[in-house]
């Protein structure tokens, strides 16, 4: 008989805080993280998903020491753009930049952002299921001063 899973709602630092306590108290086979897609971007021609890359790094025990990015990770790309007189306004690391580009391959070869993230939080070892709110595109997006503003 299997055990029933446990279901974590995840969105930015904290959520990705709260998936990591949870892993501890009732383990990987269990748990399940639904992560916050509504803030993913096309930069740099890579597909970034912060928060599922977040929560990834967290169960994967890769995560930085300020919480967010992998740990021991460099930032020569973003140097080489800002040299290139390219204005670097998303500061996304070398090892992450790999990850949102080969998300961006397999996107356009239409594999599902499901798939692709479970592809990917399987290579770093990540010790739970972590899996995107949607497939299907959804951003956040302010109305304000009679206009939308991306988030």
Do not use: C
């Not at 995560?63 to 080489?80: C, K, P």
């Not at 992450?96 to 397999?106: F, G, N, S, V």
């Not at 592809?119 to 206009?147: C, E, F, Q, Y």
Request: hydrophobic share 50%; no cysteine; charged share 20%.
């Amino acid at each position: 008989m299997t055990s029933p899973s446990i279901v974590v709602l995840a969105g930015g630092t904290g959520g990705a805080k709260l998936a990591r306590g949870m892993l501890d108290v009732v383990g990987g086979e269990q748990l399940v993280v639904i992560a916050n897609t509504a803030d993913d971007i096309e930069i740099y021609g890579g597909y970034v998903s912060p928060d599922p890359d977040l929560v990834t790094f967290w169960l994967a025990d890769l995560i930085d020491a300020r919480g967010w990015g992998l740990a021991g990770d460099t930032f020569q790309v973003m140097d080489g753009l800002r040299v290139l007189g390219r204005e670097v306004w998303f500061n996304l690391g070398d090892r992450d930049l790999a990850i949102a580009l080969e998300r961006a391959r397999q996107l356009q070869a239409g594999v599902r952002l499901t798939d692709a993230q479970a592809m990917i939080a399987g290579a770093l070892g990540a010790k739970a299921k972590v899996l995107p709110m949607s497939d299907d595109p959804v951003r956040t997006i302010v109305h304000a001063g009679g206009r939308p503003w991306p988030f």
